[in-house]
């Protein structure tokens, strides 16, 4: 990756368009069609302490490839997944969108974004925050992701039950 | 109940059920505080967390915030995290390094024993003022085995050999699976918090009873869970496909109690002769370079699920980890897990190990979350004084001794384990202090 490249005369409105339609899908709850943005080797991570380095060498709240995450998805249509009875209502926001990284020959891109997720579920609201990273790579007309990264601004406070991707 | 009754409080535990008000009733928590963490001996760390002098974590020990850090002569401190001069938490990161302990309000410094060692502007103390009577407050008792760091804030009470002494066992058989003979809690954390009484979650940890219908969501059509260890091809058999029962592996599966409300379930059967993976292989073989190859198959021969060492921890032989209890108020609680780093295996076989820790055991893994929901809902529906009684009697009467592991052994989708903690609590809870 060319850090020097002029990513900041790439035209956001593609990757903008792609953030927001990954939103949602996760908000719509089509949780196979959101698998299927991520590339064959993709992984989505959401590190358990800020500035993670490596999701290998320590605990993270999530770190699913393709594998994991359909094993994931299987549980979220599963009729008897207590944790999502009743289902989790989503509001994604994504804003503040920057093309960080742009390497054209390659067609891979890193694009930063601030996420806020709303969630309601049985009786109570809760708000997820953090800054996100996806490491894209051009397929066809579109992207397939190649790491999503969310790193919330609480990510080291304890949680109550997650059910869903952020 | 204010008081703390005696009477009133055995009334609360019957052989076969125990009263709402265990889960429900504020005036019992608050007597659970004074009485069990008071005075118990709770897990605090491992001193694989305090690798040098000058480190520290901080905890809780019920209500109490605690220190635990390593002293210059290599000694593990327990220490009230309390300025002994007006009160403030004197260390406010969950871990970190320091020479000295600074109160960030009038600047009372302690060294890593907890002794105070200066005060600004001394020449204003008053007459009878004593540098030594003010140091941090230690834990009144402090015992550790293999690393794991116990503490009672009571000078009195069942000494550390009597109340860890049966569970050496549960502990040896995790810290035996290193090659070296050691382990680390040095990657990481889990932390999830729920809507709930601390006991739902004890008494959770040894339950096989709720598996196939609790954690159904985690079953394919097969019957089988997804593979939750590092190296298994697939998970264990939990419901028989055909007629839809509890598959024979869950339903012969044992627990056993040997007092103090500890206890611990066997191994889940799975297919072991078919545990493979790059990692995992690699890892057979250091071990059995380390400890030879006999040695090395009893330890690879799976013989604990999970264990409880009461009140506030457990060791988890499947997706290996140590997990803590922290009760926080009648309905609520923060669970944290430690990841097991074993020193000598392989770093694959490590890795490997929290990653499946991830969707087993965090706040948002496949397998914890829907415990958490169960809990909570539990915590609603005991909120009814209509009907008072909670039933744990499954087993009842057919508990029998184990002579050669000296415990009580019983099924494992029985209640037995759970009786065995209220006697435990009921000890704890008829003494007054």
Known sequence: MNAASPAGTIDRAPFEYFLIHEATLLDARRFRDWMALFAEDGSYWVPAVPDQESPFNQASLFYDDRELMKTRIDRLEH??????????????????????????EKGEFIVGSTVIMVEYRDEAQRVFAGRQHHRLRRDGSGFRIVQKRVDLINCDSAFEAIAVPI | MRNGQTDEIAKLVEPGRVHRRVYADPDVFELEMERIFGRAWLFVGHTSQVPNPGDYITTDLGR????????????????????????????????????????????????????????????????????????LRRAARVGEYRGFVFASLAASGSSFEDHIGPMKGSIDDLVDRAPDGELALDVGMHRYIYNGNWKLQVENVLDSYHVPFGHASTVNKDGVQFARRE?????????????????????????????????????????????????????????????????????????????????????????????????????????????????????????GNIRLLNVTHSASSFVQTDDLESFIRAQKGLRSSLTDWVDISRGLGHEEPDRELNATRGLATHEMVVRAQYKAWLGYMREAA
């Open chain 1, 79 to 104: 009729p008897r997944i207590h944790v999502q009875t009743p289902p989790s209502r989503t509001a994604h926001l994504i804003g503040n969108i920057i093309v960080e990284q742009a390497d054209a």
């Open chain 2, 64 to 135: 109490h915030p605690v220190i635990m850090c390593r002293h210059r002569d290599g000694s593990v401190q327990v220490l009230l995290n309390r300025c002994s001069h007006r009160g403030p938490k004197v260390l406010n990161e969950r871990k970190g390094h320091a020479a000295r302990f600074v109160c960030c309000y009038h600047g009372w410094s302690f060294d890593t024993d907890g002794r105070l060692v200066a005060v600004p502007v001394p020449e204003g103390c008053g007459e009878g003022f004593n540098k030594d009577a003010l140091g």
């Open chain 2, 231 to 351: 190296g298994d091809q697939k998970g264990a058999a939990v419901i028989e496909t055909k007629k839809q029962q509890t598959s024979s592996s869950w339903k012969d599966r044992k627990s056993y109690i040997v007092g103090n409300g500890h206890g611990w379930t066997s191994n889940t059967t799975l297919d072991d002769g078919k545990r493979s993976s790059a990692a995992f292989d690699e890892y057979k073989r250091v071990l059995s370079e380390k400890v030879g190859a006999a040695r090395a198959a009893e330890v690879l021969t799976p013989r604990l699920h999970n264990s409880l060492i009461y009140p506030n921890m457990s060791i988890m032989g499947l997706n290996i980890h140590v997990r803590v209890i922290r009760p926080l108020a009648v309905d609520r609680t923060e669970v944290t897990i430690y990841p097991v780093r074993l020193l000598g295996a392989p770093e694959s076989m490590n890795f």
